[in-house]
């Protein structure tokens, strides 16, 4: 049987293993097809190729583009393009260059309840200083001992409307899909039951989406319950968008759902990797 993971993070952005390790542990849980999407970085891709190749596992590039649409912020996955295309490269620098800005502002909130010393914490757990995240922040916050884990902290800060949150202009969904379909690639939804969107907005969306070029859409992910693998189901079939699945595993321990341990694509839907 096929199980296809094509969504998960090494150190390369906010995973806990680095790339090489990620990729053997997807062998050893019996994922047959990797794909490797660090959030707009691509650093990690030739250490994991390099680990699926010699465990036997087939590997596709990846990444996990961070846009802003209509005031949300929203991911885009890229999947199966060139990495050496210089305009997907060139794209993904300005966001991460807009990641230390972002992780000082963040830092200056927190300061303003009276938690020190944020950005230098969070920078602390980044292997890739240029790639700093909100779960890095997460995990300095539950080092300090201000929340005991990653959903309460997830509850109480970092989040729009909580302290330690600011706005921020990441790429536009047209970018995003022009640096990886002008790769040769596959643009996906990322997890599209995590936003916080109407049923109405969605349908906006994702019908501006597959205007640009998107192609594809998560339906079964680590973060979907099995009702939204019903309605990204059926949606995908709507807009005519292959079918993709993912756990998004961050690391033992801090993911809902290990490498490759989620259910089948529900019957009915074109699987994005018969397109690779
Ligand atoms: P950023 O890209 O810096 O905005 O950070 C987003 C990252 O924070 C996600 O990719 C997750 O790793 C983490 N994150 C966000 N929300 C949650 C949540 N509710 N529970 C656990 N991790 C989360
Ligand atoms: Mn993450
Ligand atoms: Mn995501
Ligand atoms: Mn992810």
């Known amino acids: ?33 990797l794909a490797l999407t660090d959030h707009d970085d691509i650093g990690g891709l ?9 465990a036997g596992m087939a590997f596709v590039n990846g990444v996990e583009i961070s ?53 230098e914490g969070a920078m602390r757990f980044a292997e890739n200083p240029s790639l700093i995240s909100r779960a890095h922040f997460a995990r300095y916050l539950i080092e300090s001992g201000v929340s ?7 509850e109480s800060y970092l989040v729009p409307g909580r302290p330690g949150y600011v706005d921020h202009r990441w790429a536009t969904l047209a970018d995003s899909i022009r640096w990886v379909v002008g790769a040769g690639g596959i643009a996906a939804v990322a997890h599209p039951g995590r936003y916080k969107l109407s049923p109405r907005d ?50 033992p321990g801090e993911s809902y759902v290990d490498l490759g341990k989620l259910a089948p694509l529900p019957d009915g839907l074109k699987p994005v990797w018969e397109a690779f």
């Open 67 to 119: 846009i802003e649409w209509e005031g949300l912020q929203i991911h885009v996955l890229g999947l199966a393009f060139d990495a050496g295309n210089e305009a997907l490269n060139a794209g993904l620098a300005t966001i991460r260059a807009g990641r230390i800005d972002r992780a000082r502002r963040m830092s200056a909130e927190l300061e303003k309840i009276g938690i020190r010393g944020a950005f």
């Open 202 to 251: 969605m349908r906006r969306f994702l019908a501006d989406f597959k205007d640009l070029g998107g192609r594809a859409i998560e339906v079964v992910s680590g973060s979907h319950t099995q009702e939204h693998v019903g309605t990204y189901g059926r949606l995908a079939n709507e807009y005519g968008f292959l079918a993709s699945r993912g756990s998004d595993f961050h690391g």
């Open 46 to 54: 030739p250490a994991a190729r390099l680990a699926a190749d010699e």
């Open 1 to 33: 049987m096929l199980n296809c993971d094509l969504h998960c993070h090494s150190t390369a952005s906010d995973g806990l293993l680095p790339a090489a390790e990620v990729a053997r542990r997807a062998a050893a849980n019996g994922v047959t097809m």
């Open 148 to 154: 005991k884990d990653m959903r309460s902290v997830f």
